[in-house]
């Protein structure tokens, strides 16, 4: 022990590192104008649209520089400027140098304490013009804001947010605020002296840390806000024990005495070992201790614990994908979060749940939801990683963590590489950088951001593999570019990038392995000039135009088309390029995964072209990618009339051999929000039936889930965490269940088609995101897959290809071989409109039997069924009111007409042959009923007769409703069915069996062969 009193007086003397004698004034600037990086409004893109028609944060230069927050809002009555910080230490006041250059509003400032709570202060008016002024605001001006909450009504540090707010702002004002400066001033710090002191110089992670100490006040005054000693080294996170003084803190005057002890706090388990500054703090602020005029500066040594090893893999089992961890399978249902709190990682650990995510980067988060841990070029900070980590295994030491890890580049290092950054065509063919956040992006293309980059990663993985949780993290989840989902830089913000040198050295790259030769080149460009080492990337007005209208025209867009393409084989070596970064810094013996993939989700949309997520093939064959995610589908999240649904091709995936992820943030009804947004609910009752259907698919399926706190989703109410945890514990019991597919319906899509269709066309949504409902509700489970999945595939009954406009030869052959083994098969809309590179309806014939001709106008996409054409379908018409730029007959008179477009031309045509069926329609979406009688010819088994959802696998059964009421349920061979969210036996050597459903309600059954 370190001991200070009448008997001995060995102490460390002489200034730690920390310290300092001075009663000098202290002030930190946060923003000196200079810089506006780091500045973010934290709207996403289609919400910073939707309420405002300008939105702007730079920094301004000259005499007097300054932060420049402009703004015109559309419906927004308050705006918002954040700022990621750190501020360990308790401030005096906040001293603002601004000047309101705009129209009049009424200013505050908010900040996120350590706990997730925000604390804002009174609004001051801010009138037209009238120069700069200086605007002081103390720390007691402080308040908890009346939209958040906290626990022990103190204001705990470190803050982790300072931001600007801006109320009282109306429609179609401008606005523009010029910030100068902004700095916190400290008081100067207290001083103690001490009279005695007792520090173990020696203490195990894991165990109590007892301490005490009784000093006089001579210097300082105090609000009670707490006592703590902090455990400091250089680049280590700070430990905090709590100390307990003998008398309240807040009545203590210069010249009393106070004693302090420890409360028997632990040091956390996994806390890095070495030796530490043993600090004193006092209402946030550190104190000084002296003894004899001469400072006192305790030292600790912490001994660290011993840490083991671990081996995360994915292997087959039972049908489908797994997740292994040290040779022992687990279900992987997890909780992941942006806002992370001891409490909530508590209540999903008191559910059953053991598995976790946090946020990280070994660079640069582009979301501010990490601290920049690359500070320059030869210092990594990644004690936030550390905090996290302990944060997590506070409560349960045995829990296993996947990072979630974002990589960009901090400023500086696109300061030094001007020529690696993205850019983008505003639409004059001049591109400019684009800014993220107040910073420009590393462009994927650059080879020295992928070199600097992949180092920074292994630093990060060295860092965890020397540390005493290094046994607790089995993964790395890689992350980048828009809303962190390998979203090309600029895609929520409809920008068109990236044309940076870089990227057109890559792009040149790319065309050279396509072509080989000029004349190749030329020839497919329809450009006797072009050459492969001066090729351009085409501009955003080039990209924007379609010639056919929804589909375009090789001819002379074939350009546009390469670089969509391009684009997504990009996005895939890029993360395959990171992901075996991980795989050989972990020597093979953790995970690695990504988001990837939305073809389901971003149809219909700019982001289906420009976002590169089409070379989904590229990703599921990679070797060093183990699990791939995505949120569940965000259009279908209405209790009983929705349905839950992956954004990608998940049987496709899981074929390959990848876990799937399924985000869960749909927002429940404790979060702040409108009803219905973001699938929000009514009540904690509506909470519970989404989540009972979501884990149905999920469960049923055999893939893995993360709840995911998106940004205050709460999920801290008894009966829903109750849900949660029956559903984690069914996890665990359905675990030895065989869920091989059992799909005889195949949706197939040819991601790489897209390319081929207008950026940003309507007609997706209709071909691809409407069909989602309808096709779950034929009655019978469906797979997802990519068209390249036909090479293997083992043959399901029918098919339905929902935008083949351009097959292989290869994929010619596949499906040839499928009209051979009598399939049914499904075409939508321009089937095998192309043929070695050219627009020609007539190859149609090679696919679907006949030729097909072009009306170029715009067009009704709407088809009738007479009653009597198709008995089971009776009277029908779908995608009514959908239009298409471009669409398609059937030339001359092929089958059996069963409905037709509001021309009079054949809109659904049916023939048979050879024992097969194809049935091909001129509109999308496909409603269940007519599916349904499609797949009486095909001889699929049907769970159910009711338009209600069914998701299945070997010896698993889910069913949603909408409508309450009895089911009757057709099994394909007698089974005893278990219903696993109640456990009760429902049926035993059963074909069929009826069940009870409640209004919106699911069940979820298992299914025992005898």
């Known amino acids: 022990m370190i001991i200070i009193g009448k008997k001995l007086m060995a102490i460390a003397v002489g200034a730690s590192w920390m310290f300092s004698l001075s009663h000098a004034q202290k002030s930190v600037v946060l923003s000196d104008g200079h810089d506006a990086s780091g500045w973010d409004t934290r709207r996403d893109p289609a919400r910073l649209a939707r309420e405002f028609a300008s939105s702007s944060v730079s920094a301004t230069t000259g005499d007097k520089p300054a932060l420049l927050w402009s703004f015109s809002p559309r419906s927004a009555r308050y705006n918002d400027l954040w700022h990621a910080c750190g501020i360990e230490d308790r401030f005096a006041r906040v001293k603002i140098v601004l000047e309101n250059r705009g129209c009049p509003f009424d200013f505050a400032v908010k900040t996120v304490d350590a706990n997730n709570a925000e604390w804002t202060t009174k609004p001051i008016a801010l009138a037209e013009g009238g120069g700069a002024r200086e605007i002081v605001i103390p720390l007691s001006d402080f308040k908890v804001a009346s939209w958040s909450k906290d626990v022990d009504g103190t204001l705990d540090f470190p803050l982790g947010q300072f931001v600007l707010i801006a109320f009282g702002i109306r429609p179609n004002k401008a606005y523009s605020l010029a910030v100068q400066s902004i ?51 250089p680049g280590a996170r700070r430990t905090r024990i709590p100390l307990v003084p003998d008398a309240p803190l807040a009545n203590w005057r210069i010249g009393e005495r106070r004693s302090f002890a420890t409360d028997g706090t632990k040091i956390g388990l996994f806390a890095r070992g070495g030796e530490f500054d043993a600090v004193v703090r006092l209402d946030g602020a550190d104190a000084e201790l002296v003894a004899g005029g001469k400072p006192v500066a305790p030292r600790v040594t912490v001994r660290e614990r011993q840490r083991g090893t671990v081996v995360a893999e994915v292997k087959p089992r039972l049908g489908v994908p797994t997740l292994f961890i040290d040779g022992k399978p687990e279900p992987w249902l997890s909780y992941s979060a942006y806002g992370p709190s001891t409490e909530v990682f508590t209540d999903f650990e008191d559910a059953g749940v053991s598995l976790f995510c946090v946020m990280a980067t070994p660079t640069d988060h582009g979301y501010s939801l990490a601290r920049t841990a690359w500070k320059s070029e030869k210092e990594f900070d990644f004690t936030q990683l550390d905090e996290r980590m302990e944060m997590v295994l506070a409560g349960d030491p045995n ?180 992901c075996g970064t991980v795989k050989e810094a972990t020597r093979r013996t953790k995970l690695a995964g990504v988001f990837y993939g939305y073809v389901l989700q971003l149809a219909g949309e700019r982001r289906q072209q420009n976002a590169g997520h089409l070379a989904l093939r590229a990703v599921w064959d990679c070797p060093d990618v183990d699990f791939i995610a995505c949120p569940t589908s965000y259009a279908f999240r209405a209790v009983g009339s929705g349905t839950a649904h992956m954004m990608s091709l998940l049987d496709g995936a899981m074929r390959a051999g990848k876990i799937w992820i399924d985000e869960d943030d749909i927002r429940t009804s404790l979060s702040a929000g409108k009803l219905g947004e973001w699938g929000r609910p009514a009540d904690v009752h509506g909470d519970i039936l989404q989540q009972e259907r979501e884990l149905a698919l999920v469960l ?81 489970p469906v797979g997802w897959y990519d068209i390249s999945d036909l090479d293997t595939l083992p043959p399901r009954k029918m098919y339905v290809f929902l935008n083949l406009f351009d097959p292989t030869a290869k994929d010619l052959a596949n499906i040839a071989r499928l009209r051979s083994e009598g399939r049914v098969l499904i075409y939508l809309y321009g089937a095998g409109v192309y043929e070695n590179g050219a627009f020609s309806p007539r190859a149609s014939e090679r696919l679907i039997g006949f030729p097909l001709e072009h009306r170029a106008q715009e067009g009704p996409l709407s088809v009738k069924i007479p009653a009597g054409a ?88 889910a069913v949603t409703v909408d409508q309450p009421g009895r089911r009757t349920i057709r099994l394909p061979r007698p089974a005893k069915v278990i219903d696993v969210y109640s456990g009760m036996v429902v049926a035993d050597r059963a074909e069929s069996f009826d069940a009870e459903f409640q209004a919106g309600g699911t069940k979820l059954f298992r299914l025992i062969g005898r």
């Not at 110089?201 to 609000?223: M, N, Y």
């Not at 910073?439 to 990060?460: M, Y």
């Not at 830089?489 to 392995?513: E, I, M, Q, T």
């Not at 375009?552 to 395959?576: C, F, G, K, N």
């Open 183 to 233: 700095a916190l001033e400290y008081d100067p710090p207290p001083q103690l002296g001490v009279d005695s002191i007792s520090i173990p110089p020696s203490v195990p992670a894991g165990s109590r840390f007892d301490a005490s100490f009784s000093a006089t006040l001579l210097r300082g005054e105090f609000r009670g806000n707490g006592a703590t000693i902090e455990l400091r080294a």
């Open 399 to 578: 829990a296993h963590v996947i990072p979630r890890i974002y990589i960009a580049a901090p400023k500086w290092w696109c300061a030094k590489h001007p020529d690696e950054v993205v850019t983008h065509d505003p639409g004059d063919g001049k591109p400019v950088v684009f800014v993220q956040g107040g910073k420009p992006v590393p462009s994927w293309a650059s080879e020295i951001w992928r070199r600097d980059t992949a180092a920074a990663i292994r630093k990060l993985i060295a860092h965890v593999e020397g540390s005493p949780y290094a046994d607790r993290i089995i993964g790395y989840h890689i992350a980048s570019g828009t809303t962190e989902e390998w979203m090309q830089w600029g895609s929520n913000d409809g920008l068109w990038v990236d044309y940076s040198p870089a990227n057109l050295k890559k792009f040149r790259a790319w065309l050279a392995a396509r072509y080989g030769t000029d004349a190749a080149l030329q020839k497919a460009w329809g450009n006797g000039a072009a050459t492969l080492a001066d090729a351009a990337i085409p501009s955003k007005k080039e990209r924007m135009s379609c010639r056919l209208g929804t589909l375009r025209d090789p001819s002379v867009e074939q350009p546009s088309v390469d670089y969509a393409l391009y684009t997504s084989d990009l996005v895939a070596e890029t993360i395959a390029y990171f």
């Open 700 to 780: 049923s399926r055999g893939f893995g889930l993360w709840w995911f706190d998106v940004g205050r989703n709460r999920y801290d109410d008894p009966a829903l965490m109750g849900s949660i945890t029956k559903l984690a514990r069914c996890g665990s019991a359905l675990m030895d269940a065989d869920r091989s597919p059992v799909d005889e319906i195949a949706f197939v899509v040819d991601s790489r088609a897209l390319s081929m269709m207008e950026v940003g066309n309507s007609l997706s949504r209709h071909l691809i995101m409407a069909q989602i409902p309808q096709a779950h509700r034929i009655g019978a």
């Open 870 to 957: 198709m008995p089971a379908v009776g009277a029908l018409e779908y995608a009514t009111g959908v239009k298409a730029r471009g669409y398609f007959v059937p030339k001359g008179s092929p089958g059996k007409t069963l409905g037709t477009l509001p021309s009079g031309e054949p809109g659904l045509v049916m023939v048979e042959g050879d024992g097969h069926t194809v049935f091909w329609s001129a509109g999308p979406a496909l409603p269940a009923r007519l599916l349904r009688a499609a797949t009486a010819k095909a001889g699929v088994h049907r769970f159910i007769e009711t338009d209600d959802v069914v998701w299945a696998a070997k010896e698993t059964l």
